[in-house]
C-alpha cells in the first residue's frame, strides 16, 4: 500500500458521492420524492440479494451485485435519462462513454480496468450475469411505479406499448420475473396507473 | 417457484424503501442535504469494493458487501441512532432487534434465516468480515464529516476524545485506514472541524 494509491480512492469514493443528486423519474413509494441513483443502485442491490433464483441461467450473485452497484456510476458525469425520452436515449450510449473514460481512471490503474471491465459488460449484456442485472434494472423502476400508484407513468403519459416495447431484457434475464411483471402492467391499465 | 413466494420477496423489498426516508447526522458532501440509509448503504458496499485491501484478515468481499447492504434494514422500523447521542445508543441495540425480528421475518423462511444471520455477524462482529464491514461503516461518516468542513461533527459540538473513543472498531478492522482517518482526525481539529 503507498499513502499515493489510498488517497485516490478516497478521492474517488467522495467524487462518487454526488450520485446521491442525481435524480431518477421513479418517486418513493411513500410518494414524498423522486428517487436517486445512489438510493436506486441499492435497492437494485438488494433485488439481487433477494431475487436471486429467478435469473434465466445461473449466476454469479456478488458480481451481479457488484455490476449493479457500479451500473449508474457515469451518471455523475452524464446525469440520468429517462427510458422514453427518445432522444435522450439516442445520445446517451455517447455520453455515458465519455462519462466513463472520465470517472473509472480516477481510481489507480488496477481497478480502473476492473470496474471499467464490469461497466462495459453490464452495458454489452452478453454474459448471463449482465443479463440478470439489466433485467433487474427494468424490474425496479417498474415496481415503483406501480406502488406509486403510476406516479412517473401518469406524468409522462406513458402507454402500455411504451412498456411492453422494452420487455425484452427483462424476459431474457428472467422469464419468471417478466411473467409476474406482465400481470402487473395489465392490472396497471385496469387501474388507470399506465395509458392502454 | 411459487407466486406465493415471489409475492412475499416483493413485499419486502417495497417494505424496505422506507430507508431511503431514514436521515443519518451526516450530510452530502455537496452540503445540500443530509444522508439517508439507503445512500449510506451504496456508498459503504462502494467503500467495500475499493478498499478490501486494507481489511486486517482476508476477508470475503462479497460477504462484507452483502452484509452492508442490509446492516441497516431495521432502521425502517428502529429509525437511526446518532453515534453520540449516549441515550439513544444504549437503548438502540434492543430497539433494533426487535426491529429485526418484525423485519427478516416478512421473507421467505430460507432468506430470512440467511439475512437474519448475517444481520447478527454484521452485529456480534466476531468474524473477519464483519469487523472490516464495521471498519467501514465507521470510516464512511468520519470522511463526509471532513469533507463538509465537520458539518455534524460542529453542529453537535463532538470533540476529538469522543471521536477517539470510537477508535477500536476501525483499527479492529483495518489499521492502514485507521492511519490514514487519524491523520485526517488530527487535520480536522486543526482546520475547527472538530473540538480539540
Known amino acids: 500500500m503507498t499513502d499515493a494509491r489510498l488517497a485516490r480512492q ?5 467524487e462518487i458521492d454526488g450520485l446521491k443528486s442525481v435524480l431518477r423519474q421513479s418517486h418513493l413509494i411513500d410518494l414524498s420524492r423522486r428517487e436517486n441513483d445512489a438510493e436506486h443502485s441499492w435497492h437494485l442491490a438488494m433485488l439481487a440479494v ?27 458525469y452524464a446525469g440520468d435519462t429517462f427510458l422514453y425520452d427518445t ?3 439516442a445520445e446517451q450510449e455517447e455520453r455515458e462513454r465519455a462519462a466513463a473514460d472520465r470517472l473509472f481512471p480516477q481510481l489507480p490503474d488496477d481497478q480502473a480496468v476492473a470496474l471499467r471491465r464490469l461497466w462495459d ?11 440478470f442485472a439489466r433485467a433487474l434494472d427494468r424490474v425496479q423502476p417498474l415496481l415503483l411505479n406501480f406502488y406509486t400508484r403510476g406516479a412517473s407513468w401518469r406524468a409522462h403519459r406513458v402507454t402500455k406499448a411504451q412498456v411492453l416495447a422494452r420487455r425484452q431484457l427483462i424476459e431474457d434475464g428472467s422469464p419468471a420475473l417478466w411473467e409476474y411483471i406482465q400481470v402487473m402492467i395489465d392490472e396497471a391499465v385496469r387501474r388507470g396507473y399506465l395509458l392502454p
Not at 122 to 131: H, K, M, N
Open 50 to 76: 433477494v431475487l436471486g433464483e429467478y435469473a434465466t441461467e445461473e449466476v454469479d450473485q456478488a458480481k451481479v451485485i457488484r455490476m449493479l452497484l457500479i451500473h449508474d456510476l457515469v451518471e455523475v
Open 10 to 14: 478516497i478521492a474517488f469514493l467522495l
Open 121 to 131: 459488460e453490464f452495458e454489452e449484456r452478453r454474459t448471463p450475469d449482465a443479463r
Open 87 to 89: 432522444r435522450g436515449v
